[in-house]
């Protein structure tokens, strides 16, 4: 996740990239064995390493769970010809 902070200046406008991204809220239980176990596959088969993380909530670790199936369906399913 890319976090984009505009910054207002009489000369440009242009919004300042975070170079850091944030791994985790760091608000509530750490994410459980099934869901690490799940969330490393998943990232693996999306050619997604970076989706894994070792210190992520259960929420944090829900939520890229998710993204990383729509991601997957999305793959499955044959090109949109015209």
């Known amino acids: ?3 984009i902070t505009v910054m207002s200046s009489p000369r440009t ?4 990239r ?5 791994l985790s809220t760091g608000a509530g239980p750490p994410m459980s064995e099934g869901q690490a176990a799940l969330l490393k596959q998943l990232a693996y088969d999306a050619y997604e390493p970076e ?5 992520l909530t259960q929420a944090d670790a829900a939520q890229r769970i998710a993204a990383l199936q729509a ?3 999305l793959l499955d399913e044959p090109p949109h010809t015209l």
């Open 1 to 3: 996740m890319v976090v």
């Open 13 to 16: 406008r242009k919004p300042k």
């Open 18 to 22: 975070n170079p850091e991204p944030i």
């Open 51 to 55: 989706a894994y993380s070792k210190n």
């Open 71 to 73: 991601k997957l369906k």
